[in-house]
């Protein structure tokens, strides 16, 4: 049984940063592996990806030049670094892995519901 578990979350004020992990020892070598995010009452969004090798990235217009995703393949951990955090990114931060062998990060990677694997999530919040 894979699983992920996302760490780092916590509450800041507006323009603060904090860096999530998580940790993909089970599928660090086959998967390409996402960001979601859910605030309350919301549908799930699609927030960053990162390629199998690490070369390849994406995010969403709301966070783009905020956040920046990494992944270390000798560690087996990929980060979700965000600064210049707004009360709008408030919402539980989810790791999804989606088992991949290919290089390239597909157009598709904002769709939740392709992922295998998710983790349990952990709260972001930004607030005075």
């Known amino acids: 049984q894979v699983q992920l578990v996302e760490s780092g979350g916590g509450s800041v004020q507006p323009g603060g940063s904090l860096r999530l992990s998580c940790p993909i020892v089970?599928?660090?070598?086959?998967?390409?592996i996402a960001w979601f995010r859910q605030a309350p009452g919301k549908e799930r969004e699609a927030v960053s990806a990162?390629?199998?090798?690490?070369?390849?990235?994406d995010y969403s217009k709301s966070v783009k030049g905020r956040f920046t995703i990494s992944r270390d393949n000798v560690k087996n951990t990929v980060y979700l670094q965000m600064n210049n955090l707004k009360p709008g990114d408030t919402a539980v931060y989810y790791c999804?892995?989606?088992?991949?062998?290919?290089?390239?990060?597909?157009?598709?990677?904002?769709?939740?519901?392709?992922?295998?694997?998710w983790g349990q999530g952990t709260q972001v919040t930004v607030s005075t």
């Open positions: 999804a892995a989606k088992l991949y062998l290919g290089e390239h990060l597909p157009p598709s990677w904002d769709r939740a519901s392709i992922y295998d694997y």
């Open positions: 089970q599928v660090s070598s086959n998967s390409w």
């Open positions: 990162i390629s199998r090798n690490g070369d390849r990235t």
